[in-house]
């Protein structure tokens, strides 16, 4: 790398801003003209600073090389300094143009590089701070230069200004320095408002395009799932509501046969199964239609959840003191602030998962279900914890899927659907859920739910 280029990038890391914004408006771009500025200002100082001293030097102007020096040394601190804030440096270099033109005005007694310097001021200023404290710029420099025409007039100063020139002159010099400041800092501004119009634009068309694709990614997502849900109700269709139907079928054929139909023992054991085939239709239908209708709560609303599993266990009471089961809420749960839910579908999550718990209980030891929570930053995970029968490890993923069950119809009366309801119900909720457990040994079911779902 040349010098050239690391004297820039130790500059660019003086002056850098610890953070870049992610929409660069016209403040970003201030800035980063004024580190452009300071670049370019000490080499340009430093070839106009060599000669400046050897003129100073013949024609005895101490002071004009002692305020000289002072500006570079300003400057150089602007450049160098590491401890600076981005404001404090901005206030230095405008003070050190102030410093060199008053100086040049009242040591040299010529107009011109003083009133340039002035006329700087404004140009700078509107370029790195904003055109409405250019014109204050322009109100202090009309002063400075009223200060000076009053100062000739009564002759109070010992200035080269005072005597080389009439205050008459001075004045109708300066005032066009003051036209010129007016008629830069307007210009500038409306290249400013011009540029905020533009990039005001550009962000809010930005704005628009990341929520669109926010909002595109959500529909995907959400289609996704709904897809997912229909091949699971393709598959349902064929499969699980064919079941009790063929049944059904099989039955119907075999009691015309003339056979069954003289043995009355049979004709009535082959109704008592098309009932219970048709019961069975019936409860799976109508789970089905219960599953598909979760979500359709559009609102929101903050709940204690120890109030929730308190409501669920009174629901459940008969299940409860029938197996002696013991329900322990943590103090995790009962310390949690409110969380914001779809209330009845949190309901049901935390009766379905209870209600299991109570229902594949170990046939040798009393339930004990115990539910508690760890915060995380962005979402509550949920631990309900059995002593039950527990799950073969085949089955842990096959038992979220709607019908599919892990022990038999026989021993473990239930239709498959509620865990797919608890499923559904925390996707509803942005989360997921999971199950840990071993045949024989209980199980732990998480779940988690997003703590910004109504942000
Ligand atoms: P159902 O309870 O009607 O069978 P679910 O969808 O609630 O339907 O559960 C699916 C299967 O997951 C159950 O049939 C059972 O095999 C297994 N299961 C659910 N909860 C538990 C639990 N706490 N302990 C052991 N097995 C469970």
Redesign the pocket.
Known sequence: MNFWSRYRELIASNLSKETVPEIKGVDYWRDKLFYVIVVYTLPVCMIAYIPAMAICYYLDQTAIAFYDSLAIVLIVLVTFSKRLSLRCRKLIYVFTLYLLSVSLLYYMGAYGPGLLYLLSTVIFVSLIYSSKLAYWCILINTVICLLFALGMQLQVMDSAMVTIYTPEAWLAVASNQVLLSILFAASIQMLTSGFTQTLEKESSLKENIKNEVIESARLVKELKIKNEEMEQFTYIASHDLQEPLNTILGITEVLKLPSARNAARDFEKGLDYISFSVERLKMLIKGLLDYSRIGRQLAFEEVRCEEVIRNVASDLRSAVSESGAKLIIDESVRDMDRVAVFPLDFNQLFQ?LIS??I??RSPTVKPVIEVSVKERSDFYEFLIK?N????DKD?LDK?FIIF????SDTA?Q???????FCKKIVELHGGKIWVE?KAGSG?S?YFTISRHLAK
């Open positions: 379905n299991n718990a229902k594949f059995d039950g029968i527990g799950i089955n038992i599919k069950r892990a022990h473990y239930g239709t498959g659907i509620g865990l797919a457990s199980s079911f």
